[in-house]
């Protein structure tokens, strides 16, 4: 089991910045592949960046959010720079054990674990 509490979120100014955490317990965190996800509010979830051997961005974020992994703390992050009213969604961390290589690192209800999720705002 890995348990996964996400933190950081909150209310930014467009052009801002903030970093999410997501906090992982449980088996060894090197092993799992760790993806983050939002939803906004009438929307379906999207994918948005996930880390495994390298990394992995939706188009929408690409050049704008970073996701890096620290093994030590067992946790990931997501740097989201310049962001946008668009970017206002719940985002959720979520993994799954990386050696399951027929699974697809963008696609959400592959993955096993999901954290409660942390709101973002992007609002003047």
């Known amino acids: 089991q890995v348990q996964l509490v996400e933190s950081g979120g909150g209310l930014v100014q467009p052009g801002g910045s903030l970093r999410l955490s997501c906090a992982a317990s449980?088996?060894?965190?090197?092993?799992?592949?760790m993806g983050w996800f939002r939803q906004a509010p009438g929307k379906e979830r999207e994918f948005v960046a996930a880390i495994s051997w390298k990394t992995y961005y939706a188009d929408s974020v690409k050049g704008r959010f970073t996701i890096a992994g620290d093994n030590a703390k067992n946790t990931v992050y997501l740097q989201m720079d310049a962001l946008k009213s668009e970017d206002t969604a719940v985002y959720y961390c979520a993994a799954y054990n990386r050696g399951q290589f027929y699974k697809r690192i963008d696609y959400g209800d592959d993955y096993t674990y999901w954290g409660q999720g942390t709101q973002v705002t992007v609002s003047s």
């Open positions: 449980g088996r060894t965190f090197s092993s799992y592949a």
